[in-house]
């Protein structure tokens, strides 16, 4: 089991930047597959990001495909998403999520990951 704390979430101007950090606990981290996701009012759930547990296997969606870099630090074991060029349709809640199967990577099934975090509020306005 693996506790997630998201965090660097703010105000940025569009075309800016802005790294979230996943902090895991309870676990190593390097364990699991990780998956970014967000939910913006009144949109549904969407799969931004997601790289399975050796690294052999990364997603992006294609919105954020370019702009967005997901990267794990094991020494810390905290996952992060650097976010470049944001603009408004970023603006969103921000999750980082889990998934302990091996292999796993699909930001498509949400159910496939067992742990989540609070999420970050991801505001990009000028």
């Known amino acids: 089991q693996v506790q997630l704390v998201e965090s660097g979430g703010g105000l940025v101007q569009p075309g800016g930047s802005l790294r979230l950090s996943c902090a895991a606990s309870?676990?190593?981290?390097?364990?699991?597959?990780i998956g970014w996701f967000r939910q913006a009012p009144g949109k549904e759930r969407e799969g931004v990001s997601c790289?399975?547990?050796?690294?052999?296997?990364?997603y992006y969606g294609e919105s954020v495909k370019g702009r967005f870099t997901l990267s794990r630090d094991n020494v810390k074991n905290t996952a992060y998403l650097q976010m470049n060029s944001l603009n408004a349709e970023d603006t969103a809640v921000y999750y980082c999520?889990?998934?302990?199967?091996?292999?796993?990577?699909?930001?498509?099934?949400?159910?496939?990951?067992?742990?989540w975090g609070q999420g970050t509020q991801v505001t990009v306005s000028s």
């Open positions: 999520a889990a998934d302990r199967r091996i292999g796993g990577c699909n930001v498509r099934d949400f159910s496939s990951y067992d742990y």
């Open positions: 309870g676990s190593t981290l390097n364990d699991y597959a």
């Open positions: 790289v399975s547990r050796t690294g052999a296997i990364t």
